[in-house]
């Protein structure tokens, strides 16, 4: 059974920051692209980085780049996401989820949009106090 458990949210004051870890079982982990995501109340869900297991190519949206940094450790099967200068308006539920990439994939190939991705976990809540 695949699972992903995020966790590391909490409440944070403006600049601050916080690591977010996504732990991953159930599945070869440096088979499948891992993706964040957050989703606040009245918003559409917006992905905000990935990773490739297998070659560490990343992603990052513009909204968060230069502030939040994705990493992989696949000895322990965790993906982690670093963030930094917190904003108010980070303030969401933040979501790990997994993909399969298969084998022949194109050079570079990286998933980075929800519907590409298969599995969920349950969300950590992140809050940033003004």
């Known amino acids: 059974e695949v699972q992903l458990v995020e966790s590391g949210g909490g409440l944070v004051q403006t600049g601050g920051s916080l690591r977010l870890s996504c732990a991953a079982s159930g599945f070869t982990f440096d088979e499948y692209a891992i993706g964040w995501f957050r989703q606040a109340p009245g918003k559409e869900r917006e992905g905000l980085s990935a990773i490739s297991t297998e070659n560490d190519i990343t992603y990052y949206a513009p909204s968060v780049e230069g502030r939040f940094t994705i990493s992989s450790d696949n000895a322990k099967d965790t993906v982690y996401l670093q963030m930094n200068s917190l904003q108010p308006e980070d303030t969401a539920v933040y979501y790990c989820?997994?993909?399969?990439?298969?084998?022949?994939?194109?050079?570079?190939?990286?998933?980075?949009?929800?519907?590409?991705?298969?599995?969920w976990g349950q969300g950590t809540q992140v809050t940033v106090s003004a």
């Open positions: 989820a997994a993909t399969y990439v298969p084998t022949n994939h194109p050079p570079a190939f990286l998933p980075v949009s929800d519907y590409q991705y298969s599995y």
